[in-house]
Nanobody, 123 residues
Framework: VQLQASGGGLVQAGGSLRLSCAAS????????MAWFRQAPGKAREFVAV????????YHADSVKGRFTISRVNAKNTVYLQMNSLKPEDTAVYSC?????????????????WGQGTQVTVSS
């Protein structure tokens, strides 16, 4: 499956952005979809995951209550709504897809990755 992330940009602290990740090539609903992020000089970290039917989601503690992951299988798209953004949210955000199952918070679980989109939050 091919993944294309979009929606990043520059925003002031307290602002909002919505990231999108469009999938093509395989049956989208077969995949668990996640967002990860990587800040300069830091390891990639888990942000959020949504299971195949969209009814179950998990969010990292650092974004819980501010970010919301969702998916629309009919549109082959997963979203990350980011509210109340903080400067520490600045990172490259990447979407990922997994068909085999595994630890959803581990980037090693995911077989397919999008190219990433830059999110910069100014103070």
């Amino acid at each position: 499956v091919q993944l294309q992330a979009s929606g990043g940009g520059l925003v002031q602290a307290g602002g909002s952005l919505r990231l999108s990740c469009a999938a093509s090539g395989r049956t989208f609903s077969n995949y668990v979809m996640a967002w990860f992020r990587q800040a300069p000089g830091k390891a990639r970290e888990f942000v959020a995951v949504v299971l195949r039917n969209g009814g179950t989601t998990y969010h990292a503690d650092s974004v819980k209550g501010r970010f919301t992951i969702s998916r629309v299988n009919a549109k082959n798209t997963v979203y990350l709504q980011m509210n109340s953004l903080k400067p520490e949210d600045t990172a490259v955000y990447s979407c990922a897809a997994d068909s085999d199952g595994g630890a959803y918070y581990s980037d090693g679980t995911y077989e397919y990755w999008g190219q990433g989109t830059q999110v910069t939050v100014s103070s």
